[in-house]
């Protein structure tokens, strides 16, 4: 069993920064991609950000050159540095696990931090 706790969210201005943390409890497979999602208000969750331990990346288009990705395999945590906010980047961010099975991907999902920047 994967628990995943969420930190970092808040309130910033346009422009601004924020760093989210994400600490993965419960035995990490390096087969495992770890990654962020968020969810808009009144809009579906959408892919942020994923990583795989060998260091692989994947973003969403609307967040490629402002937001990376980063993951620290010996604590088990995965970070997302996020630069140049944009008022449509509110959501509730959600960290993600992974795994891989014989019957096809389990998914391991945290609370949700909430990200708010205003104009």
């Known amino acids: 069993q994967v628990q995943l706790v969420e930190s970092g969210g808040g309130l910033v201005q346009a422009g601004g920064s924020l760093r989210l943390s994400c600490a993965a409890s419960g035995t990490i497979s390096n087969t495992d991609a770890m990654g962020w999602y968020r969810q808009p208000p009144g809009k579906p969750r959408e892919l942020v950000a994923t990583?795989?331990?060998?260091?692989?990346?994947n973003y969403a288009d609307s967040v490629k050159g402002r937001f990376t990705i980063s993951r620290d395999n010996a604590k088990n945590t995965v970070y997302l540095q996020m630069n140049s906010l944009k008022p449509e980047d509110t959501a509730v961010y959600y960290c993600n696990v992974r795994r891989r099975s014989y019957y096809g991907p389990y998914d391991y999902w945290g609370q949700g931090t909430q990200v708010t920047v205003s104009s």
């Open positions: 990583t795989t331990s060998g260091g692989n990346t």
